[in-house]
């Protein structure tokens, strides 16, 4: 790094830069964008350490501390943990398969209590907040991402609101009461994930409330960006292949961000990993888009996104408003690296799940379920290219089964349900008062 970059990072830990004009400037607190940019744009966290220092794995997610824009640390954290595969690798004939695993595995050493790798995005994020915040985080989610902020917030007493399709609420539970600073408001039975935003996109609206950010927050992507730093700290370089399934494909661009970090580190080699993305059929805008050669995604009416969002079983997997056509978003991430993308039925999911259940012998959620059906699919076209490569298969999500039985989990309860038709006004007069 040269002595003027040097320079710029002495008394701070990171910096931010645009995607789309590359102008750098300091995170003035919660930054969500680059104001002085014209044209929609992620930016990107600059971190000081061009070499990261993996730490214990004591530390939980912190352990990958020197690339998170974290102010601080908080209590509770674990950090996705990868292995060499044997049973699913001996299935396909793979000899450099590697499954880096989100969730509640206790036997290989992850022991997420929400089963999920949202927790990596939960705890970064609010990690990220500054301490003294007065105003209530807003999070809006289709299931899993409500389980882990609701899980550290109750645990480190932050305030928060989640906004969530009431459909989606079996989703929802915790392993331990949860903390009064917490609560969560529904959009009524027939909303989907969309709704949910909206809903939170009003709340904001209000000075005692500010938004979490979504895709735009560089600590939700650094977060879970750990990964891929998983993935390449075991195996020694980073990987050549990237299975996920994707709803708003914040995941997958946070994969690719670490790549270009990791490559810059320069000891796990100069290569990009190609993105082999999955969504679950019928619900694949992003699919369609990305196979049609398209930036910008289809028009999809409200209705038709809302019935095929209720016919998927991966429902995690139904943002109709994702990440895809901004500048640094999912299409130029599936663009840099050459990126494929697949789409699998519920039958092929369900098919993936029992399969990987009983080869690596932990249960997974639907959308892991759909990464999994990927593979499956990506091998009998490409054996050849996966066979010489290193694959990392991105298990979002597992355990649930193992942990139902060895904890009384707790269903979460809505503090209001709202209607898909209700106004700003009344939103913000009852979300107010809770």
């Known amino acids: 790094m040269q002595r003027s970059q040097k320079a710029r990072f002495t008394k701070m830990k990171y910096r931010l830069k645009t995607f789309s004009t590359s102008r750098e400037f300091d995170d003035a607190g919660w930054l969500l964008d680059d104001e002085q940019c014209v044209t929609p744009s992620?930016?990107?966290?600059?971190?000081?350490?061009?070499?990261?220092?993996?730490?214990?794995?004591i530390e939980g997610i912190f352990r990958f501390e020197d690339w998170l824009p974290t102010h601080r640390r908080l209590s509770g954290s674990c950090?996705?943990?990868?292995?060499?595969?044997?049973?699913?690798?001996r299935?396909?004939?793979?000899?450099?398969?590697?499954?880096?695993?989100?969730?509640?595995?206790?036997?290989?050493?992850?022991?997420?209590?929400?089963?999920?790798?949202?927790?990596?995005?939960?705890?970064?994020?609010?990690?990220?907040?500054?301490?003294?915040?007065?105003?209530t985080l807003v999070v809006a989610s289709a299931g899993n991402t409500a389980r882990a902020f609701a899980r550290v917030c109750s645990e480190n007493n932050i305030p928060l609101l989640l906004c969530v399709p009431l459909d989606y609420i079996d989703s929802l539970w915790s392993e331990k009461p949860l903390n009064d600073c917490v609560k969560m408001v529904c959009v009524e039975s027939g909303a989907d994930y969309f709704?949910?935003?909206?809903?939170?996109?009003?709340?904001?609206?209000?000075?005692?409330?500010?938004?979490?950010?979504?895709?735009?927050n560089v600590a939700r992507r650094d977060g879970m960006a750990t990964t891929m730093l998983s993935a390449t700290e075991f195996i020694?370089?980073?990987?050549?292949?990237?299975?996920q399934a994707v709803g708003s494909g914040t995941g997958a661009i946070a994969a690719w961000e670490a790549n270009l970090r990791l490559i810059e580190d320069g000891r796990f080699g100069d290569h990009k990993a190609r993105l082999v993305l999955?969504?679950?059929?019928p619900f694949t805008p992003m699919c369609d888009a990305w196979n049609s050669g398209e930036r910008a995604l289809a028009d999809y009416p409200e209705d038709e996104a809302r019935r095929d969002a209720g016919e998927i079983i991966a429902k995690v997997l139904s943002n109709r408003r994702?990440?895809?056509?901004?500048?640094?978003?999912?299409?130029?991430?599936?663009?840099?690296?050459?990126?494929?993308?697949?789409?699998?039925?519920?039958?092929?999911?369900?098919?993936?799940?029992?399969?990987?259940?009983?080869?690596?012998?932990?249960?997974?959620?639907?959308?892991?379920?759909?990464?999994?059906?990927?593979?499956l699919s990506y091998f009998g076209e490409n054996r050849g290219a996966l066979e010489k490569g290193n694959v990392m298969l991105n298990i979002t999500g597992g355990g649930y089964e193992r942990l139902k039985q060895e904890r009384e989990l707790i269903p979460m309860k809505p503090c209001h349900i709202f209607k898909i038709t209700d106004s700003q006004q009344e939103i913000l007069d009852i979300v107010e008062n809770l």
């Open 79 to 89: 950090a996705p943990v990868t292995y060499k595969s044997e049973g699913l690798a």
């Open 322 to 375: 994702p990440p895809y056509s901004i500048a640094g978003g999912l299409f130029d991430a599936l663009t840099d690296t050459a990126g494929v993308f697949t789409k699998h039925t519920n039958e092929e999911v369900e098919t993936a799940m029992a399969l990987f259940e009983r080869l690596e012998g932990v249960d997974i959620f639907p959308a892991a379920g759909t990464a999994v059906a990927s593979l």
């Open 195 to 216: 709704d949910a935003i909206h809903l939170s996109n009003v709340v904001v609206k209000s000075e005692k409330f500010f938004a979490e950010g979504g895709a735009k």
């Open 42 to 57: 992620l930016i990107r966290a600059l971190y000081r350490e061009r070499q990261i220092r993996f730490g214990d794995k």
């Open 91 to 135: 299935h396909l004939g793979l000899k450099n398969l590697y499954i880096t695993l989100s969730g509640y595995y206790p036997q290989r050493g992850v022991t997420m209590s929400s089963a999920t790798f949202k927790e990596t995005e939960a705890y970064t994020v609010c990690a990220r907040m500054d301490r003294h915040e007065r105003r």
């Open 236 to 243: 020694g370089r980073i990987p050549d292949y990237y299975f």
């Open 278 to 281: 999955s969504q679950n059929v």
